[in-house]
């Protein structure tokens, strides 16, 4: 079947290590997002790729990083500099065109203590 | 700075009754519109979008929503919940014009009481 998958499913690391969340996809999508979800903020976007090689900074790009090397892996990175990274990462696809629906992935919880 | 705004955090509802959810967007060029729900334990996934044409669309489970320009406002409606509409609701806009985006609101809280 395709679909998204995000690993781990739980993740916990310790104040000031990096940490990368993996998203892959089999969809054959072009473009891939990742998302922030916090109790009543909803989703924010960090960071997105349209295409292979080329991805754009959301709206709360810092203290995160991405690459975009193959079509169907949008890994991020949480570095030490994101002050606040303890959340629910979510990674989502789509075809990349405006009228293209998200697929979603069933999201990363990071605790970092 | 382009927002989404979802007017209520938690909506409360006994079977049956209407529900209505406001969403309004701060954005002056083309968008296209999504809700997306997640159920309890789900994922999200695509309850319905606006491209172009027909400001009323229907989506899945008896939800509809009407694109109101002047109002820059997206609401969902369906005529009679059930115990089963029990989820998080969000509003997602599309921002073509260089963004090439989608943005979401904050979510609304909905709870169905049998």
């Known amino acids: 079947d395709g679909g998204i998958t995000q690993s781990p499913k739980y993740l916990f690391r310790k104040e000031g290590q990096n940490v990368t969340l993996s998203c892959e996809q089999n969809l054959n999508h072009d473009a891939m997002y990742w998302y922030r979800q916090d109790p009543g903020q909803g989703l924010r976007l960090i960071y997105y790729?349209?295409?292979?090689?080329?991805?754009q900074k959301g709206d709360i790009a810092e203290g995160y990083s991405v690459s975009r090397e193959k079509k169907e892996s949008f890994p991020l990175t949480v570095t030490s500099a994101q002050k606040n990274p303890t959340a629910f990462y979510l990674c989502?696809?789509?075809?990349?065109?405006?009228?293209?629906?998200?697929?979603f992935g069933n999201g990363t919880r990071l605790t970092v203590t | 700075a382009q927002s989404v705004s979802q007017h209520n955090h938690h909506v409360i509802l006994s079977e049956a009754a209407s529900l209505e959810l406001g969403c309004n967007y701060s954005?002056?060029?083309?968008?296209?519109l999504f809700w997306y729900v997640q159920y309890p334990g789900q994922h999200l996934q695509l309850l319905l979008k606006?491209?172009?044409?027909?400001?009323l669309v229907k989506g899945i489970k008896g939800f509809e929503a009407e694109f109101i320009k002047s109002k820059f406002s997206f609401n969902l409606r369906k005529p009679s919940v059930q115990w089963s509409d029990t989820a998080e609701y969000f509003c997602a806009v599309y921002l073509s014009g260089g963004y090439n985006k989608l943005i979401f609101g904050a979510g609304t809280r909905l709870a169905v009481h049998p």
């Open positions: 989502a696809s789509s075809e990349g065109q405006r009228n293209s629906p998200l697929h």
């Open positions: 606006y491209f172009s044409g027909d400001p």
């Open positions: 790729s349209q295409i292979v090689n080329d991805f």
């Open positions: 954005y002056g060029g083309t968008v296209n």
